[in-house]
């Protein structure tokens, strides 16, 4: 948040149109610099746009558990910044919301947020068995809401392609995630000095 922050205040100090776009998990849209950062986006109407991607869990704990309230697009109330809920499962919504407050920000109004609501499958990571909730749960949402589901439905139902074309779509993305793996561990180590790129720069 203090990043991307700190990129929109360059944008306008340096008076060009660009928008900061700043991601973060519902795990982390309570902490302090949240707070601070809306605040000093809000006064002096920065074009940052907040776009919180609530998945329900932070790590193992669920958002009712974590958070006071939970309505996390309100949460800019306080500093005067709008907000608004977003169906992240739909590819259509999620496109038409972003453009919207891509538009509020570039405008001068300052600082929008987006609450994208969506699921992970999967636990937070590798060492996460996600106990913390039922199996039932999980596969309703892959079973009712995939967002590659429902994408492929609008894009048969309004015949704008056909099964053939999405199964050759399917082959040529598991071969590139393929290629990328088999590229990734036959790849060598980087250089130490590598440790450096593109994070210290010494004037
Ligand atoms: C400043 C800071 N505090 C705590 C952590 C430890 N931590 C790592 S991930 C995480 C929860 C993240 O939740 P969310 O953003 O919802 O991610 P998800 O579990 O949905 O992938 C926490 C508390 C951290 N990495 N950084
Ligand atoms: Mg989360």
Not at 40 to 60: F, H, S, T
Request: avoid cysteine; charge should be negative.
């Amino acid at each position: 948040m203090p990043i991307g922050t700190g990129l929109a205040f360059a944008h306008k100090y340096n008076g060009n149109k660009n928008v900061s776009l700043t991601y973060f998990g519902d795990g982390s849209a309570n902490q302090g610099q949240v707070y601070e950062a809306m605040n000093m986006a809000a006064l002096w109407k920065l074009p940052a746009v907040y776009i919180i991607e609530n998945n329900r869990y932070g790590m193992g704990t669920s958002v009712e558990r974590a958070s006071a309230t939970t309505e996390l697009y309100r949460h800019g109330e306080a500093f005067g910044i709008p907000g608004e809920r977003v169906d992240g499962m739909d590819v259509l919504a999620v496109r038409a919301a972003g453009e919207k407050a891509v538009e509020h920000a570039r405008s001068g109004e300052g600082p929008y947020i987006l609450e994208m609501q969506t699921y992970r499958y999967r636990g937070h990571s590798m060492s996460d068995p996600a106990k913390y909730r039922s199996k039932e749960e999980v596969d309703k949402f892959r079973n009712e809401r995939d967002p590659i589901d429902h994408a492929r439905k609008i894009l048969l139902d309004d015949k704008l392609t056909d099964e053939v074309a999405l199964k050759a779509v399917d082959a040529e993305i598991r071969k590139i995630v393929n290629d990328a793996a088999e590229f990734a561990q036959h790849s060598p180590e980087p250089d130490p000095s590598e440790l450096w790129t593109d994070v210290l720069v010494e004037a």
